[in-house]
């Protein structure tokens, strides 16, 4: 996989494929199209790996919706909960170079 992101380990990389893999199981979307939401959502951070990683909290599954609907679509609502409170269906988000 390409990825443009810097990895400080082996172990980045691979939690970043598991990611895009979510993400293709998921959404039925191109690994591609996967790795350019990973890329775009992680652009600004300077490396990625070690013990102290932040991505780490949190795993593939929760970043692949994450990445995929962004935070403020709600997307760990179920849809009940999504009607009762007033929110639309849930949506990709828009990336560049998607």
């Known amino acids: 996989m390409k990825f443009s ?3 400080l380990n082996l172990e ?4 970043c494929e598991k990611i895009v893999n979510e993400m293709v199981s998921l959404f039925g979307i ?3 199209e996967a790795i350019a939401r990973v890329n775009f959502q992680w652009a600004h951070i ?3 790996g ?5 991505i780490y909290h949190e795993d ?6 994450d990445i995929y609907f962004g935070p403020e679509a709600y997307w760990w609502l179920g849809d009940n909960a999504r009607s009762e409170m007033g929110l639309p269906k849930l949506i990709p988000k828009e990336i560049k170079n998607a």
């Not at 070690?50 to 932040?54: K, T």
């Open 5 to 7: 992101l810097n990895f």
């Open 12 to 15: 980045a990389q691979e939690f």
């Open 30 to 32: 191109t690994e591609a």
């Open 46 to 48: 300077e490396s990625i």
């Open 50 to 54: 070690g013990h102290e990683e932040l």
């Open 60 to 65: 593939e599954v929760f970043w692949a919706n």
